[in-house]
Structure formats: C-alpha cells, structure tokens
C-alpha cells in the first residue's frame, strides 16, 4: 500500500511540475463551445452542440484533474463567457472573454461539434493554432488517442485553423480545437447524444494530453 502511495504520489508531483515555474502555476484551460443565446449547431434529433459540449468538457475536466492537472474551465453552465472589458456585441464581448483565459493557460483544449449540409461525413477532427507549433504537436496525439481507442477507422487529417477561426489564430497560447464528430451524420449524432459516448470521447481526448505531457 505504502509503495502504491508513493508511486502515485510521485506521478502526481511531475505532472504539477509540468506546469510550475518562478511564477506559479499554469492551468489546462477546457472551453466548452458556445452557450447560453449560442448554441451552436443541432441535429436532426434535436440535439444542440452546446450541450454536447459542455457534457465532454465536464467529464474532460474531472479526468484531468484526477490525474493533477490544474484546470480551468471557460464554462461551466449553459451560459455565455462573462469577464471581458471589450465593448461591443455578446459574440465579440464572449470571444475575447474566451481569448483571455486561453492566454492566460499553458494550453487549450475546446470542444466543438461540426456539420456540413451533406450527411455523410462523420469523425473527429483535430484543428491547431497555426502560428505555435506545440499546438500541432498536441492536437496530434489527441487525434491518435481518439483513433486508438474510440475510432479506429477515422482518416482525418489535423488542419491548421483557418483565420476565420478567430481564438486559434488569436491565441498566444498553444490551444486546439476537438471537433468531436458531425451532427449532421445521425448515426454519429446519435452516438453524440449518448453520455455513455461522450465519456469514452472524453477519456480518448484526455489520454491524448497525457500523450503530449505524460
């Protein structure tokens, strides 16, 4: 017991060390996509992204912190991000609220869900911040976790965000964005829509942060 106390103890310490320097420590930043007036994309089944979202950030959230990160969340409810001094609309006021925190951690990882008006596209889909080469090289080894072990027959390629995404072209901070699947399949709408999926979906994309920083 003592031996299996230590080891786990020790795991714990190097991962804490990962994100410690002279100035205290960093977090993971999970932003759960959308919310509140903003509920992103839905499919056929009535399924709204936002939730979706915020149900894989949540389990995401509560895996890495069993495994000692530091994590912050961008939401925690089915609300809009608040905190941002930026006049201007809801939208601009809740990306650049969602912008700081990104800046603010040692990486982001948020959670989305795509669709495309053709039904037959399907899978995960790893995009990164162009301008900072670790968000490659994490969004990589989220994209082999979900391969190994929820989607083995997924071709997806990882993509560079294109400037219309606006918080990975803006961050200063490595951050990526998992589109977790396509709710305009509904086959993978349905299976999007099941907590039980979702967890397993949750567990791929923690095992791929791991990855990156074991």
């Not at 992204?49 to 994590?71: H, K, Q, W």
């Amino acid at each position: 017991m003592k031996r299996t106390i230590c080891i786990a103890l020790a795991i714990f310490l190097s991962v804490i060390s990962l994100f410690a320097d002279g100035t205290g420590l960093h977090v993971v930043v999970i932003d759960a996509g959308h919310g509140g007036k903003d509920p992103g994309a839905s499919a056929a089944n009535g399924a709204a992204e936002d939730d979706i979202n915020l149900s894989v950030a949540l389990t995401l959230r509560d895996m890495l912190t069993f495994c000692g990160y530091p994590v912050r969340m961008t939401r925690t409810a089915d609300a809009l991000v608040e905190g941002s001094n930026v006049s201007g609309s809801w939208k601009t006021n809740d990306m650049y609220s969602r912008l700081a925190m990104y800046n603010a951690a040692l990486l982001t990882v948020s959670i989305h869900q795509n669709h495309f008006s053709q039904a037959q596209y399907h899978g995960t889909q790893v995009f990164y911040a162009p301008a900072l080469p670790q968000s490659k090289d994490i969004a990589g080894c989220i994209r082999d976790a979900v391969v190994r072990l929820l989607q083995p027959e997924n071709k997806r390629e990882l993509k560079p965000a294109e400037k219309s995404i606006f918080l990975l072209t803006n961050t200063k901070k490595p951050a990526v964005i998992v589109e977790c699947g396509f709710l305009s399949n509904p086959d993978e709408a349905a299976r999007l829509s099941d907590p039980a999926y979702c967890r397993q979906m949750a567990f791929a994309v923690c095992c791929g942060v791991l990855q990156y920083a074991p």
